[in-house]
């Protein structure tokens, strides 16, 4: 879906037909480094900043993947100290969902100046007005886009607030995919790690019976099923592997009595609506 801003958004925008090519890029990117690099395209191309940041949590027991364009946190207990004093996170805990917020509505600026997050993490970088973009899944916090902006470029507008609003499903759409990519990818590592463990011979065969997957227990039995003990040692098993041809004709033969119906939690229907 492309985006439109409206006739007072566009007034906003530093370069409407760069803000286009930025999220035609961003809506290509698979990567995290990738939508990093996109992201700053296109927050850059909408509204001036003076920098922003980016993090990201694929799973909530893992640390997060913080970006940051100035400023970066110089060790871990610099950001767990970030964490801990941020007005943000405070307000993120107690309002799941919320996309669009804009630091100014949730802490007074006398309140803000006056504290330890200020002192430490922003003024020291000219920093004055903050906003950000937040993602979740349910009510697990996924990540956020942050944007900063010096004294001098003021506090973000309602009418910018409003076009943040509108750019956040552009944002979200893709943040989703990379990370439901990365939770695919390590759910698949995990499993392929738990069963290259395991000292049971574990073969995995698609439906035409090639092989798709194969532990170290399964290479060194078939070496010894195919070659004998003697020679299994004289050669290396997993380029010599092959499936012995008993486990292949099982297989097969059990493919060839596989009836779906069997296996499904409903019946399975031809396209005119007869059933199979």
Same mark, same amino acid.
């Given at each position: 879906m492309?985006?439109?801003?409206?006739?007072?958004?566009?007034?906003?925008?530093r370069?409407?037909?760069?803000?286009?090519?930025?999220?035609l890029?961003?809506?290509?990117? %698979? &990567?995290? %480094?990738?939508? +990093?690099?996109?992201?700053? #395209?296109?927050?850059h191309?909408?509204?001036?900043?003076?920098f922003?940041?980016?993090?990201?949590?694929?799973?909530v027991?893992?640390?997060? @993947?913080v970006f940051r &364009?100035?400023?970066?946190?110089?060790s871990?207990?610099e950001?767990r100290?970030?964490q801990?004093?941020?007005?943000?996170?405070?307000?993120?805990a107690?309002?799941? $969902?919320?996309?669009v917020? $804009?630091?100014?509505?949730?802490?007074p600026s006398?309140e803000?100046t006056?504290?330890?997050f200020?002192?430490?993490?922003?003024q020291?970088?000219?920093?004055?007005y903050?906003?950000?973009l937040?993602f979740w899944?349910? =009510?697990?916090f996924?990540?956020?886009?942050?944007?900063?902006? @010096?004294?001098? %470029?003021g506090?973000?507008t =309602?009418?910018?607030m409003?076009?943040?609003?509108?750019?956040?499903?552009q944002?979200?759409?893709?943040? %989703?995919?990379?990370?439901?990519?990365? $939770? &695919?990818?390590?759910?698949r590592?995990?499993?392929?790690?738990?069963?290259?463990?395991?000292?049971?011979? @574990?073969l995995?065969l698609d +439906? &035409?019976?090639?092989?798709t997957?194969r532990?170290?227990s399964a290479?060194?039995?078939?070496?010894?099923?195919?070659?004998g003990?003697?020679?299994?040692?004289?050669?290396?098993? /997993?380029d010599?592997?092959?499936?012995?041809?008993?486990?292949? =004709?099982?297989? /097969?033969?059990?493919?060839?009595? +596989?009836?779906?119906? #069997?296996?499904?939690?409903?019946?399975?229907?031809?396209?005119?609506?007869?059933w199979?």
């Open positions: 492309r985006f439109k801003p409206s006739h007072a958004q566009l007034l906003l925008l370069d409407p037909k760069e803000l286009d090519r930025a999220l890029d961003l809506n290509a990117v %698979q &990567e995290v %480094q990738d939508f +990093w690099r996109a992201a700053r #395209h296109v927050a191309a909408a509204l001036p900043l003076d922003i940041c980016l993090c990201l949590r694929p799973f027991l893992m640390h997060s @993947t &364009e100035r400023a970066p946190f110089e871990d207990e950001f100290l970030f801990q004093t941020s007005p943000l996170n405070v307000f993120l107690s309002h799941p $969902r919320a996309r917020v $804009r630091l100014s509505d949730i802490v006398d803000l006056g504290g330890e200020f002192r430490r993490f922003m020291p970088f000219g920093e004055r903050f906003a950000c937040c899944h349910s =009510d697990s996924q990540g956020m886009i942050g944007l900063h902006r @010096t004294p001098d %470029q506090d973000f =309602d009418a910018e409003e076009f943040l609003a509108r750019l956040h499903s944002f979200d759409m893709v943040v %989703q995919r990379i990370l439901s990519l990365h $939770r &695919e990818r390590a759910v590592l995990s499993l392929e790690r738990l069963l290259g463990s395991i000292p049971i011979a @574990t995995l +439906w &035409e019976l090639k092989v997957y532990n170290p290479v060194e039995l078939c070496g010894l099923w195919n070659l003990p003697e020679s299994a040692r004289m050669f290396n098993c /997993a010599e592997f092959r499936v012995p041809p008993e486990v292949i =004709d099982y297989c /097969a033969e059990f493919k060839s009595h +596989w009836n779906p119906c #069997h296996n499904r939690g409903s019946p399975l229907v031809a396209a005119g609506g007869a199979i």
